[in-house]
């Protein structure tokens, strides 16, 4: 490939002219990270339509599974993403969670959920999915998330799946397999890794692929922030209630931080690259968290079969510098995946010209990624371009599954190794009382351990 190496603002500027569109979004190729990183000979990407709201149609009846902030949170998102969209039934494990999310949607929202289409227990999906839905919105902890999807997919209702969407290889495997039943019942399925929906991010990728600052060569992709919430064990807990409860804390639950948060940013440089690594390398540790069982950081470095390598490291813990890092280094320059190029002398030579705060008539206005990702969804509902990017998303959910097992071990962990293990996390059965075989134990690299 042919690359200009005069490379200038002015030319940056006089490209954003060319910028088309090919539809509107849903099903759209570039928002799928099935390309190899690259921009496909004499083949242009363009930016897709991004629609402020999705299209009127027939009232769409969706439940929500798992009432917490953020499914609370995705069931405002999918009621803000158009006309004729209701939430008609909730499910949970803990009357308190109904509560507030009931709460929530009658203030907010004004959408009272009748106590009939309210749901408790473990197999509350079950019967939110039988309630008469077309679409399910699926945000307990991740750990749940593939037996749930699989339902979902079997029942023919389209989904929105928070990430990540597994917590070990065998939970990816079984997404991955719903995934593809999905494809052949058109049903439609969206993430919520939310930068393939957001429009500075679509566009600053898009210019990268196109070869505007030359061929990928890297990544290096950081999340440093404070420690998340933790809940203190009560006496009257079970195990079961206590791990629930302190969800983000346990990896049987969460996957680890590396997984649970941080795959924002491994899903932003898996959709640049397009590709899988097929080794990783790693380390990671803890010093402040005062609950569970996971590490509060990480640092990996992920090996391509081309010889090019990623680096991904992140914290969580108090009283140390916080930032985030999405470069995507390429032979010409380097990206900052969040809306700016720069040449390799590190000069910016062009920004993502986001418009005024009150300017939402801009064609370059940046719609929420949080209601954005539920517009994109019920329009390819009532469009009949159909959405599915389950498989992208268990794919970078298995990325950060071969991070934290390469940390938690010390050894290095190959693709085809951590996409064939057998590892499964959690209980078999879930009760509300003693949880068998999972302490309260961190692990110890170059110690045998459960990964």
Not at 92 to 109: G, N, P, S
Not at 331 to 341: C, N
Request: charged share 25%.
């Amino acid at each position: 490939m042919k690359h200009n190496t005069q490379l200038s603002r002015r030319n940056f500027l006089k490209s954003s002219a060319t910028i088309g569109t090919i539809g509107v979004v849903g099903g759209i190729p570039l928002l799928s990270s099935c390309s190899s990183g690259q921009k496909d000979k004499g083949k242009e990407i363009q930016l897709p339509q991004l629609l402020n709201q999705a299209p009127d149609g027939k009232v769409l009846k969706a439940g929500l599974i798992g009432c917490g902030g953020r499914g609370t949170g995705a069931a405002i998102d999918f009621l803000n993403a158009g006309p004729n969209l209701q939430i008609i039934a909730l499910g949970d494990v803990f009357q308190d969670k109904m509560d507030a999310c009931r709460e929530i949607l009658k203030k907010e929202k004004n959408v009272e959920i009748p106590d009939e289409n309210c749901f408790m227990g473990f197999d509350s999906y079950e019967k939110v999915i039988d309630s008469g839905v077309d679409v399910v919105l699926l945000c307990t902890p991740p750990h749940f998330r593939p037996t749930h999807v699989e339902a979902a997919v079997n029942a023919k209702k389209h989904i929105f799946m928070e990430k990540p969407i597994a917590v070990d290889p065998f939970g990816v495997r079984k997404v991955l397999a719903s995934v593809k039943r999905a494809e052949t019942l058109n049903l439609n399925i969206m993430s919520g890794t939310i930068r393939r929906s957001q429009k500075d991010y679509m566009e600053t990728r898009r210019r990268v692929l196109n070869g505007e600052i030359g061929d990928i060569v890297g990544a290096n992709i950081i999340r440093n922030g404070g420690a998340l919430w933790y809940r203190s064990r009560r006496p009257e807990w079970t195990d079961m209630e206590y791990m629930l409860r302190n969800w983000v804390n346990f990896c049987w639950l969460s996957g680890d931080h590396i997984t649970e948060q941080f795959i924002h940013e491994v899903d932003v440089m898996n959709w640049y690259l397009g590709k899988n690594p097929i080794k990783a390398s790693g380390w990671g540790g803890r010093q402040r968290r005062v609950t569970g069982d996971q590490y509060d950081f990480f640092s990996i470095e992920y090996l391509y079969e081309n010889g090019m390598r990623g680096h991904c490291a992140a914290r969580q813990i108090d009283g140390c510098s916080n930032g985030k890092v999405e470069q995507i280094n390429c032979s010409e320059g380097y990206a900052d995946a969040a809306g700016k190029l720069y040449d390799l002398n590190g000069n910016m030579i062009w920004e993502y010209p986001h418009p005024e705060e009150n300017d939402t008539q801009s064609e370059w206005n940046v719609n929420n990624p949080y209601i954005q990702e539920h517009i994109n969804l019920v329009t390819a509902i009532r469009t009949g371009n159909t959405l599915n990017d389950g498989e992208d998303q268990a794919y970078s959910s298995l990325v950060t599954i071969m991070g934290r097992m390469a940390a938690y071990t010390g050894k290095d962990v190959t693709w085809d190794e951590v996409l064939n293990a057998d590892l499964y996390l959690g209980p078999k059965t879930y009760i509300m009382g003693k949880v068998e075989g999972i302490p309260e134990v961190i692990p110890v690299a170059g110690v045998s351990h459960s990964e």
